[in-house]
């Protein structure tokens, strides 16, 4: 067991292109949505400099929106489909309008 901070191996690098995608896949499973393989590597390319953590967190943020979303608007009557925004926290480019249908 480490005891202190001098026996770490050293600093832990930000992910590359390949671990940003992988990520969003390992966070988006299992969550309905509608993006594709081009939408992920898109979303790969635009997180460039982020952390495994900054990208969680964006896509906790983009669920917890839908949730609310979906809370206020559901009357029982149907299920409500909320579109988020997983690039809101993200520098924007007026072209790439990626968005994600989460339930």
Known sequence: MVSNNESF?????LPNHEARE???H????????????EAYQTLADRTEGLS?????GIVDDAAM????????????AE????VVDTT?????????EYRTDIR
Request: avoid cysteine.
């Open 9 to 13: 191996p050293g600093e832990i690098g």
């Open 22 to 24: 992988a990520i969003f």
């Open 26 to 37: 390992i966070q988006l499973h299992g969550r309905p949505t509608t993006l594709d393989e």
């Open 52 to 56: 495994s953590a900054d990208i969680v």
């Open 65 to 76: 929106q839908a949730a609310e979303r979906d809370a206020e608007a559901n009357t029982g």
């Open 79 to 82: 299920p409500i489909v909320a």
């Open 88 to 96: 809101s926290h993200l520098p924007r480019d007026e072209s790439d």
